[in-house]
């Protein structure tokens, strides 16, 4: 498990922080530090909610 604090600042400006563990198979902390580990994940939910947006936004619920 990876414990990291993340902070998100909003278009406005609203600002959140909280705890999350990341849960991995990836030990070996020297190859893999959690911030290289930390950044993909971001990365991912950047476009999961990109995806969210498309569907219930401009497709009306509809599946892609």
Do not use: K
Not at 2 to 11: E, K
Not at 12 to 18: E, G, H, L, P, Q
Not at 33 to 57: D, F, I, K
């Amino acid at each position: 498990m990876i414990d990291a604090t993340i902070t998100v600042t909003c278009a406005d400006s609203t600002v959140f922080t909280s705890s999350y563990q990341l849960a991995t198979t990836l030990t070996d902390v020297g190859r893999y530090p959690a911030a290289v580990l930390a950044g993909p994940y971001h990365q991912r939910w950047e476009h999961e909610s990109a995806y969210y947006a498309l569907r219930h936004t401009i497709m009306n619920g509809r599946a892609l």
